[in-house]
């Protein structure tokens, strides 16, 4: 079965860029129908949606991080990654990463989750 | 403050049947497909029920979903202690052009 392992680093400075890769095991990257996905949930707090890429490298982010969010897709390694830039303490979460099936909310398989924290 | 209202916590006794509401709008929940997430302590959100009301393999019986208009509603029945959680509903906005999520709720098992 499909699943998604985070990595990257746990600590960012404030100001700085946020990196993270998200390794699909067991399915491709290149599945049609699917949209891969990150979602963030700062501690002790709820679920926020980040965005997502197809394939193709079509994107769709959350307007109120599309500013500072860019997300990637490698086909060749089967990964897709997240860049937030210009990150505060507010931007210190578990970010998860997870497979969308069909751009509608229908998360399924999620990744373990990495906490990032932003810090000095 | 989260697109869909969850109560921020729920309760009951081992088998007990417990329902747990999502209120949303006509540009989510009234326009898409619901779907519940399970988050057990530490882990991971787990899917739960998809397209309102189905069950993905290996989700027992005793969850149930349903929707109606712009509300939606979880439903527990033979309440267990591994089933204190904390469970959100998420749909895609029309609005938003993206998926939304409850705040959550905390289901206790007393």
């Known amino acids: 079965q499909v699943q998604l392992q985070e990595s990257g680093p746990g600590l960012v400075k404030p100001s700085e860029t946020l990196s993270l890769t998200c390794t699909v095991s067991?399915?491709?990257?290149?599945?049609?129908?699917?949209?891969w996905s990150w979602i963030r949930q700062p501690p002790g707090k709820g679920l926020e949606w980040i965005g997502y890429i197809y394939y193709s490298g079509s994107t769709n982010y959350n307007p109120s991080l599309k500013s500072r969010v860019t997300i990637s897709v490698d086909t060749s390694k089967n990964q897709f990654s997240l860049k937030l830039s210009s990150v505060t303490a507010a931007d210190t979460a578990v970010y998860y990463c997870a497979r969308d099936a069909g751009a509608v909310g229908w998360f399924d398989p999620w990744g373990q989750g990495t906490l990032v924290t932003v810090s000095s | 403050q989260s697109v869909l209202t969850q109560p921020p916590s729920a309760s009951g006794t081992p088998g007990q049947r417990v329902t747990i509401s999502c209120s949303g709008s006509?540009?989510?929940?009234?326009?898409?497909?619901l779907y519940w997430y399970q988050q057990l302590p530490g882990t991971a959100p787990k899917l739960l029920i998809y397209?309102?009301?189905q069950r993905p393999s290996g989700v027992p019986d005793r969850f149930s979903g349903s929707k109606s208009g712009t509300s939606a509603s979880l439903a527990i029945s033979g309440l267990r202690s591994e089933d204190e959680a904390d469970y959100y509903c998420?749909?895609?906005?029309?609005?938003?052009?993206?998926?939304?999520f409850g705040g959550g709720t905390k289901l206790t098992v007393l």
């Open positions: 067991g399915g491709s990257v290149s599945s049609g129908s699917y949209y």
């Open positions: 998420a749909a895609w906005d029309d609005s938003l052009s993206g998926p939304v």
């Open positions: 006509s540009s989510n929940i009234g326009s898409n497909y």
């Open positions: 397209r309102n009301n």
